[in-house]
Nanobody, 114 residues
Framework: QVQLVESGGGLVQPGGSLRLSCAAS????????MAWYRQVPGKQRELVAG???????NYADSVKGRFTISRDNAKNTVYLQMNSLKPEDTAVYFC????????WGQGTQVTVSS
C-alpha cells in the first residue's frame, strides 16, 4: 500500500523560502518517478516539478528558476526547495508518482502572504 507523507509547509512572506519533504513507503522508490503537485481550492491539481529515477527533472513554467526538486533514494524521500516565493504559490502541496498513484497523502499547506 502506497503511503505518502508530506511536511514542511507553513506561512512565509513573499520572497521567502520553504523546503518541503515527502516520505514514501509501499513503493520501489528508487525505481519510481516522483513529483510534486499543488492544488488551490476550486482549481485542478497541477504538476509543479517531477524527477525520474535517472534524475531527469521537469518544472512547471511558473516555478522554473525558483523551485528545485531532489530525491534521496536511501531515505525514500523527495524534496522541494522553494525560493523567491510569491502569493500565487499559495496552495496545498502534494507529492506522488509521475504519473500519480490513485492514493494521495494529506498534503502540506503553503501560504505566501505579508
Amino acid at each position: 500500500q502506497v503511503q505518502l507523507v508530506e511536511s514542511g509547509g507553513g506561512l512565509v512572506q513573499p520572497g521567502g523560502s520553504l523546503r518541503l519533504s515527502c516520505a514514501a513507503s509501499g513503493i520501489f522508490f528508487r525505481l519510481t518517478s516522483m513529483a510534486w503537485y499543488r492544488q488551490v481550492p476550486g482549481k485542478q491539481r497541477e504538476l509543479v516539478a517531477g524527477i525520474t529515477r535517472m534524475n531527469n527533472i521537469n518544472y512547471a513554467d511558473s516555478v522554473k528558476g525558483r523551485f528545485t526538486i531532489s530525491r534521496d533514494n536511501a531515505k525514500n524521500t523527495v524534496y522541494l526547495q522553494m525560493n523567491s516565493l510569491k502569493p500565487e504559490d499559495t496552495a496545498v502541496y502534494f507529492c506522488n508518482g509521475q504519473p500519480p498513484f490513485s492514493s494521495w497523502g494529506q498534503g502540506t499547506q503553503v501560504t505566501v502572504s505579508s
